[in-house]
């Protein structure tokens, strides 16, 4: 028993001198629950969508208070881009727009949260986000008017230009 | 009779001149000869041949000088080499700093001259507080202060950094004249160290499920980007250091993710956070800003690699010449595939070319700066630059990446990105006058 007991202890003290000889070992371990304040990334199966949800005409109004002096009333365009419409892309310099252009409705919903509004990123509430992607796809007519956005439909809305990109990798990248 | 030393340098000499078009000469015709003999044979002395003048003593050997200051600046005789800004005043919209290329030589960039974009301000960053975190599919995740990474083993190399809308004024379908600095300012190179991102990465341990990790920054957009986890795993970096000094701002102090030869924008600045995934984010700049149209309407997605490029940087645009006679062509080559293999300059726009010297030791994925002798005559040339890296890709014709990528139907806005991905070649102009001007050849 006691010859036992000394291999598991010998064991452990090889085991540690081995792993702090691999890697310096300096991060520190982090609990899901601590890292939830930063961990925003939404993917396009929908994974990392957080609870909650919003409607167009909730949309709206958070729209006209806080995204319209940049982005134009109902999305139409102001000093920053437009959210609403677009022709079809003709031409290498055609205007790439959420409607014509973007493949995935889940970027819309990673890109206001992480950078919207500009002068006061981060600041909307996750129901906020919700509204207003809802919103805008329904300015879009991508959704209905009364459509609800959640971590189950928003992954599912299809967007035009799903299929419009030929992928370079890693097929064409060496 | 016997041929003397310099009967046999004479002969040399006549084997030397102008292997190509227009005036160039070959390219180990200092190596060998030395100026003397250069100035020699393009019948031009290098050093100006006015009258001698008496000398003197200049006024600032005769007093102190100033007193050796902390910090190091530049002369105040340099003043006017700047980078050009596109959003001065920081309204909101990106913002974007060019490197003067037409005004510096060598291979690295200097840190106060590194091109910058960033999409709302540089942040301004307490080290003592930044964090990076590693989670997602790994065994533990991790938390990493500035001080811990300080303690693990460092690597350092050169990289160039190039923005993917570098040199895009190029898909314009007719030339627009500007400097070197507004059409291929976003790219620059740095002396890069830190800590590989596989030590850190190992550490958390990656699940087998994994094949991307999505990195984002502490910047207002917290800008993010997915990188296939074989780049991850491969020669990624955590940088802390920029040529020796830690990491400007507008470069992502006190961190940046370095992903050497791939675009720009993966390269994370200000890095805070990298999720470990079994799929790509399809954040906003891989699902819509980084994906070129081509011709047609389709559009690439993850197009990463910036592939082999060269452009002359002197003689170029606002450089103009000062008369016939004898000129160093020298410029920058680089590639994301590897090391520079050669570099081919022709003065007669495509027709004749010359190799020209590579600047040793050259670096992977690095600056290689290419040079050439050339005796103008005063005619009319246009200069082009040609390169090919080690593994045998070569840098196409404006004419080849037209034909695969299209062109804008209108001139488009210099600083505006109408595409992606130019690599093709330039072509500089050399009126009778002596002025330099953009072409398309």
Redesign the interface.
């Known amino acids: 028993m006691y010859t036992r007991r000394f291999a598991v202890a010998i064991a452990v003290v090889l085991g540690a001198t081995v792993a702090f000889a691999q ?10 629950a601590d ?1 939830a304040g ?8 929908g994974s990392g969508l957080p609870p909650g949800s919003g409607t167009p005409s909730e949309g709206a109004r958070i729209y006209a208070a806080k995204c319209s002096a ?1 982005h134009g009333p109902e999305g139409k365009g102001g ?2 881009a437009r959210l609403v419409g677009g022709e ?7 205007e ?1 727009t959420i409607a014509n ?4 409705s ?2 819309l919903f ?2 206001i949260r ?2 919207m509004p ?2 006061k ?2 600041s909307l509430t996750n129901e906020e986000v919700y509204a207003l992607t809802a919103y805008i796809f329904s300015l879009n007519k991508l959704i209905g008017e009364s459509d609800t956005m959640n971590a189950q439909t928003l992954p599912k809305v299809r967007m035009p230009n799903r299929d ?7 097929d064409r ?2 | 009779m016997t041929r003397t030393p310099s009967d046999r340098a004479k002969q040399k000499l006549k084997n030397l001149e102008a292997v190509a078009g227009n005036g160039l000469l070959h390219r180990r015709l200092f190596l060998r000869g030395g100026a003397a003999l250069a100035g020699a044979i393009t019948g031009y002395a290098l050093v100006p041949s006015a009258p001698a003048q008496q000398l003197a003593d200049d006024e600032w050997s005769l007093v102190p000088g100033v007193t050796v200051p902390d910090y190091g600046t530049r002369s105040r005789f340099e003043k006017n080499v700047v980078r050009t800004l596109s959003n001065p005043k920081g309204e909101p919209r990106t913002q974007h700093a060019r490197t003067p290329h037409h005004l510096l030589n060598g291979t690295f960039t200097p840190n106060s001259l590194h091109f910058v974009i960033s999409h709302a301000g540089d942040p301004d960053i307490d080290p003592d507080k930044h964090r990076l975190v590693i989670h997602g599919l790994v065994k533990q995740p991790l938390v990493f202060t500035l001080d811990a990474l300080a303690r693990y083993p460092m690597v350092s190399r050169m990289a160039f950094v190039e923005c993917g809308g570098n040199s895009a004024p190029l898909f314009s379908l007719e030339p627009i004249q500007a400097s070197v600095q507004a059409l291929h300012g976003l790219v620059s190179c740095a002396e890069w160290t830190g800590v590989p991102l596989s030590s850190l990465l190992d550490e958390a341990g990656v699940d087998p499920k994994a094949k991307w990790i999505v990195a984002e920054g502490g910047d207002p957009p917290h800008v993010s980007r997915s990188v296939p986890l074989t780049k991850a795993m491969d020669d990624a970096m955590i940088a802390l250091y920029q040529n020796g000094e830690r990491i400007m701002p507008g470069n992502g102090y006190p961190m940046r993710l370095l992903l050497p030869g791939w675009e720009g924008n993966m390269n994370t600045k200000w890095v805070r956070r990298i999720q470990v995934t079994d799929q790509p984010g399809m954040t906003f700049y891989e699902a819509r800003t980084y994906a070129p149209v081509l011709p047609g309407g389709k559009a690439y997605r993850f197009y990463f690699l910036q592939e082999v490029k060269s452009f002359i940087t002197h003689p170029s645009p606002g450089l103009a010449m000062k008369g016939p006679g004898f000129y160093e062509i020298s410029g920058i080559a680089y590639s994301g595939n590897g090391r520079i293999a050669k570099v081919m300059v022709s003065a007669d726009g495509g027709k004749t070319w010359a190799q020209a010297e590579l600047q040793q030791p050259v670096h992977s994925k690095a600056f290689t700066r290419f040079r050439l002798a050339w005796r103008w005559d005063g005619s009319p040339a246009v200069l082009q630059s040609r390169a090919w890296d080690e593994t045998g890709y070569q840098q196409p014709t404006r004419a080849q990446l037209v034909a695969a990528r299209g062109e804008t139907t209108k001139v488009p806005a210099l600083n505006g990105f109408p595409s992606q991905h130019y690599n093709a070649i330039t072509s500089w102009s050399i009126e009778r006058g002596g002025e330099v001007k953009h072409v398309y050849a």
């Open positions: 890697a310096p070992n300096l991060g520190k371990p982090i609990s899901p890292i930063w961990d925003i990334n939404v993917l396009p199966d940049c000093v920053n079809p892309i003709k031409t290498i310099e055609g790439k252009f973007w493949p995935f889940t970027t990673d890109y992480r950078a500009w002068t990123p981060r419009g990109f030929i992928v370079r990798f890693p990248t060496p």
